[in-house]
Nanobody
């Protein structure tokens, strides 16, 4: 099975930006969709953003207009650009490859360690 490695998290102030990256050890253009998730301790992991192999995107209502998911098939890497960050965006962010955006928690890969994003007010 392939691996996913998240990077780019950190501690930032509200209103600033971060760019997360997900490096995949498989060819990402073989999969229908790619996705970013986040989890706060005590809560379930939730879908933040997804992108299909034809470029379609889907976002959680809480991040629409602020976050952008993108992909670089040549690098087998996909990204989450996060702008206008808010304290409520604080979470561990994970990437994975769902079977489809309609079933986002049905994923192909084992979950990685994630990357911590902390937004201070």
């Amino acid at each position: 099975q392939g691996q996913l490695t998240e990077s780019g998290g950190g501690l930032v102030q509200a209103g600033t930006s971060l760019r997360l990256a997900c490096a995949v050890t498989r060819e990402i253009n073989r999969f229908k969709a790619l996705a970013w998730y986040r989890q706060v301790p005590g809560n379930q992991r939730e879908l933040v953003a997804g992108i299909t192999n034809d470029g379609g995107t889907d976002y959680a209502d809480s991040v629409k207009g602020r976050f952008t998911i993108s992909r670089d098939n040549a690098k087998n890497t996909f990204y989450l650009e996060m702008n206008s960050l808010k304290p409520e965006d604080t979470a561990v962010y994970y990437c994975n490859i769902p079977v489809g955006l309609g079933v986002p928690m049905n994923v192909y890969f084992n979950w990685g360690r994630g990357t911590q994003v902390t937004v201070s007010s």
